[in-house]
């Protein structure tokens, strides 16, 4: 089970992460957003995080902001956290081929208890992986955690992120999950001390927590 530390942006903190070794580190590039980068020296991403998927987060964001970010930070990972269409993700799909040689796309959906499963259906052959979150006008970050019951009704063989208000309490629930399209867990909000800066040590503890848990399950 891959782990993906989202919503990062101070770069102190941004190195005591890189120490743990997630495998994706998020950056959101939206700016409505309480974690919105606006500032950050790239080259200590590219310097720093050679060995971690960094991922950048964006909303209903023009192609050419989005390529440019790429350039601009190294972005190994794309997550779409808005109402992107299938053909918005197929043409940036074609453009990120060409030029960057293919980059991870993420198809985020926003989950409630009338969330229409058949949706993520359309997505199926532009992008590699799909994340849920909870639904919320702001695009997640809510510390909110929805109803995984619901996901009984995702029958595509789409490997997905879990996302929404996972918590240090939540993550034995999270190892008992018997799903093998469950490819990683998003770990955001209930790990900050303060938007964007995150509790090193708890984030230290979920990391083991699932790695133990892997190797259990690998074994």
Known sequence: MKIKVCGMREETNIRALAELKPDYLGLIFYPQSKRYVNHLDASLLKDLLVDINITGVFVDEELTIVLQKVNQYGLKAIQLHGSETPEYCQ???EELKKAFNGIELIKAFGIN????FTVPELYMAEVDYFLFDTKTPAHGGSGVKFNWSTLKNYHLDKPYFLSGGIGLEDLGE???????????V???????TSPAVKDIQHISQAIN??????KFKIN
Do not use: G, K, M, W
């Not at 998003?186 to 900050?192: A, I, P």
């Open 91 to 93: 043409l940036l799909r």
């Open 113 to 116: 208890e009338s969330f229409d």
């Open 174 to 184: 999270v190892t008992t999950i018997n799903d093998q399209r469950l490819y990683a």
């Open 186 to 192: 998003d770990l955001n909000s209930r790990f900050e």
């Open 209 to 214: 927590t699932l790695r133990e848990a892997s």
